[in-house]
C-alpha cells in the first residue's frame, strides 16, 4: 500500500501524448486498410474488375482521361470525325467541292467533319462553280430527269439544275453535272445540312 502511494500520477502532458498515439494508431490502420480495399476491387479477376471500371467511369476525373473519338473511316474512302460532326447544329455547317482533287468537304464551324470523295461532271459537262445554297432539300424519291435514276439525298444548288446526292463514284469525273456523294456520306452530310446551308464549288480549294 505504502509503494502505490509514493508512485506518482500520470501528468495531463503524458495524457495528451498516449491519446495522440492512439490517434495516430487508428489512422495508421484505417489508411492500411483502405488500401487493402482499393488493391482487391482493382484485381483482374470476376465482378471486382467491373466495380472498379464504374467508380472510374463515374468518377470526376472520367473527361480528363477519356480517349478522343477515333475518324471514322469508310469503304468508300470518306472520313468522319464524330468529335466535329457533334458540334453541329446544321446552322454551323458548310459544304466545300473540290473539282481538282475530287473531294467534298463538310465544315462544322470551320472544321473538317467530313471529308469523301465526289464525282463531278464528266468531259464534255459542266459542274458550276461558285457559291451556292441548299435550296430544294428530298431525302428519298428524287429521280434524275436525264437518267431515270433514283438520287438519294437531294440538295438542290440555289434553285439551279445542279444539286448533290448520293450516286456512283467510278474514282473520276462521271455525272452529267450535279455532285455524286457515296451513300454514306451524303446521309451524314444532309442530316447535318439545312435549307440555306452554304455550297462552295471550286476548281481548286486552297483550305481557307
Not at 487493402?36 to 482493382?42: H, I, L, N, P
Not at 465544315?107 to 458550276?128: C, H, Q, Y
Request: glycine share 8%; with cysteine.
Amino acid at each position: 500500500m505504502v509503494e502505490l502511494a509514493n508512485r506518482p500520477l500520470p501528468s495531463p502532458g503524458n495524457n495528451r501524448q498516449i491519446m495522440k498515439r492512439r490517434v495516430l494508431s487508428s489512422a495508421l490502420a484505417l489508411a492500411l486498410a483502405l488500401a487493402a480495399a482499393v488493391s482487391s476491387s482493382c484485381s483482374p479477376s470476376g465482378d471486382r474488375n467491373t466495380s472498379a471500371t464504374a467508380v472510374r467511369q463515374g468518377s470526376a476525373f472520367q473527361w480528363g482521361f477519356s480517349a478522343k473519338p477515333k475518324i471514322e473511316r469508310h469503304e468508300s474512302g470518306a472520313r468522319v470525325d464524330p468529335m466535329i460532326l457533334s458540334q453541329s447544329t446544321k446552322g454551323n455547317t458548310r459544304l466545300v467541292i473540290d473539282v481538282a482533287t475530287q473531294k467534298g468537304y463538310l465544315l462544322v464551324n470551320g472544321k473538317v467533319a467530313v471529308e469523301t470523295p465526289v464525282s463531278t461532271a464528266r468531259p464534255g459537262k459542266w459542274t458550276p462553280r461558285g457559291s451556292f445554297t441548299v435550296t430544294q432539300r428530298v431525302s428519298t424519291g428524287k429521280v434524275s430527269t436525264i437518267y431515270g435514276v433514283e438520287m438519294p439525298c437531294w440538295m438542290r444548288l440555289s434553285d439551279s439544275v445542279y444539286g448533290v446526292h448520293a450516286g456512283h463514284l467510278p474514282g473520276y469525273p462521271a455525272s452529267a453535272g450535279c455532285i455524286r456523294l457515296p451513300l454514306h456520306a451524303a446521309q451524314v452530310i444532309f442530316d447535318n445540312t439545312t435549307y440555306g446551308t452554304k455550297v462552295n464549288v471550286y476548281s481548286a480549294w486552297d483550305g481557307a
